[in-house]
């Protein structure tokens, strides 16, 4: 499909590749940063509940198990991505009825795989924190918790595929709503189910899982009503439901495509926690003064994740659409719009970074200054890995997903760490602080690279239907066209 023929078909709801570019992903972009907001300010107030209702072992059991399920849950995220570019690039397509049919075998497949997790999860959280070397303070609490929230994982993850999938059909406000309703619900319930209120029993550390998965459970119901009363897009009903069992074409490209993508993040965790141990050996200040520049760094990242998201869906859609020479303009205005959101979120909390950090480290603690050094070396760099993640989402949309992956190893790794170990003995902790811009750059080198010279073109047209699709194409011309949805 050309360009000039992309402008002659009926307008859909959701088509990313309508209007200005700029302008589109501003507005796609925003609910997606939110919504990111929202569910690390989630994270912040059940821990703020964990620790002054219960104390610091229960707060050190659920950190403990979070490390756990990010790195089970990364596989999922994976798939759900790659459910995210197929479905991107078929709605672009005005393929409805095929986004439809990826998205069923995506919650089919999660859904099946999640509670297979689950199950052998809920067996080996015991030798799971062991391995993990968890203090025998929190073990039993970490324990508690962490297989309750394997229990959850089915619906937890379910709820995570709708979200991107409707994110796919350039929907991003209806997640940024029910993350609100999410947050909302457990913030109240947290305190409610830990110290017991009224008739309800003092749960303890189960009270925050349980809190966490009733309203994780709550607004997946609602979001469910909400895409079927409002009819959006992905809805299966009567003979649609069959999609729920996983299509071949479909569940071939969601598997391949997604194990590198949810590699990816399980490569950046292990990243993490191998810098937490590099820290840990610098002595109690250094640590703490780490851990708070951490909860900054949450929010620094946020903008260049939302960016990123939104390149990869409108991307995908104008592949989908075939609109391949428009896919520079794309990249060009998540660059622009990464430099500054991501430019100005920096700038500010370096100039505002000692009232926050008091916040977590105290007013008199000399942590703070510790801190404030580490900002003042390290913050910088998301600006510059920010932009490695637009290049890396443009590519990630046509199919090309073995390159952000390399691209995050190489950098994470062999850059961050040797860097590390080489200049350590005349920087001392400084090392760590810079080997963050020093990565960052590397990343973007690479990214910078493989974007404008390497051929990740060569992967398109990434949907592995495209034969079957064009076979049914003259059997169902109206299945394919559906205006105004």
């Given amino acids: ?6 402008t002659d078909v009926p307008k859909m709801r959701g088509d990313l590749t309508d209007g200005p570019i700029p302008r589109t992903l501003l507005m796609f972009a925003v609910p997606a940063l939110l919504t990111n907001i929202l569910q690390s300010l989630s994270g912040t107030v059940n821990s703020i509940w964990v620790g002054r209702l219960i104390g610091e072992e229960a707060l050190a059991a659920t950190a403990n198990a979070n490390i756990v399920m990010f790195l089970v849950a990364s596989l999922a995220f994976g798939f759900g991505m790659a459910g995210t570019v197929l479905i991107g690039q078929r709605w672009g397509a005005r393929n409805v009825d095929g986004a439809r049919r990826t998205f069923g075998t995506a919650v089919g497949f999660c859904a099946v795989l999640m509670a297979l997790i689950a199950a052998i999860g809920f067996a080996l ?9 968890t203090p025998e303070g929190a073990y039993p609490l970490a324990l508690i918790y962490l297989r309750l929230i394997f229990l959850s994982m089915p619906f937890g993850m379910i709820s995570i595929i709708l979200s991107m999938g409707l994110r796919g059909t ?21 305190p409610v189910f830990i110290a017991g209120l009224g008739p309800l029993p003092a749960m303890g550390i189960a ?8 309203a994780s459970m709550l607004s997946f119901v609602g979001m469910v009503i909400y895409v079927y009363r409002k009819d959006l897009p992905l809805r299966l009903r009567g003979a649609e439901l069959r999609y729920l069992i996983p299509a071949r074409a479909e569940l071939g490209f969601i598997v391949t495509k997604g194990l590198p993508m949810g590699a990816q ?10 810098l937490v141990g590099l820290v840990n050996r610098e002595g109690l200040m250094t640590t703490a003064a780490y851990g708070a520049t951490m909860q900054l760094f949450t929010y620094i990242q946020m903008p260049a994740m939302a960016i990123g998201g939104a390149v990869s869906a409108m991307a995908a859609q104008y592949i989908g659409a075939g609109r391949f020479q428009e896919l520079h303009t794309v990249t060009r205005a998540g660059l622009a719009m990464n430099l500054l959101f ?17 916040l ?14 580490i900002q003042l070396l390290a913050s910088w760099n998301f600006i510059i890995f920010g932009l490695t993640m637009i290049y890396t989402a443009t590519m990630r949309a046509a199919g090309a997903v073995w390159v952000p992956l390399l691209i995050v190893g190489i950098a994470l790794f062999p850059v961050r760490l040797g860097f590390y170990y080489a200049t350590y003995g005349w920087l001392g902790a400084d090392s760590l602080w810079l080997s ?34 064009a076979s049914h194409a003259d059997a169902q011309p109206a299945g394919r066209m559906t205006p105004d949805l």
């Avoid at 350039?170 to 947290?190: E, H, K, Q």
């Avoid at 009270?207 to 009733?214: K, Q, V, Y």
């Fill in 1 to 6: 499909m050309s360009g000039t023929a992309a």
């Fill in 125 to 133: 959280a015991p030798a799971l924190l062991r391995l993990l070397a």
């Fill in 170 to 190: 350039g929907d991003s406000r209806t997640p940024l709503i029910f993350m609100a309703v999410t947050v909302l619900i457990d913030a109240v319930l947290n």
């Fill in 207 to 214: 009270g925050s899982a349980a809190a966490t998965i009733a």
């Fill in 265 to 274: 993040m399980a490569v950046m965790a292990a990243a993490g926690i191998v």
């Fill in 342 to 358: 991501t430019g100005v979120v920096t700038i500010l909390l370096l100039l505002f970074d000692r009232p926050v950090l008091v």
């Fill in 360 to 373: 977590f480290l105290g007013p008199d603690s000399p942590a703070v200054d510790i801190a404030r050094h």
């Fill in 436 to 469: 963050y811009p020093v990565s960052a750059f590397s990343a973007l080198a690479m990214g910078w690279w493989f974007y404008h010279r390497w051929n990740w073109r060569k992967e398109l047209p990434a949907d592995p239907a495209q034969a079957e699709e």
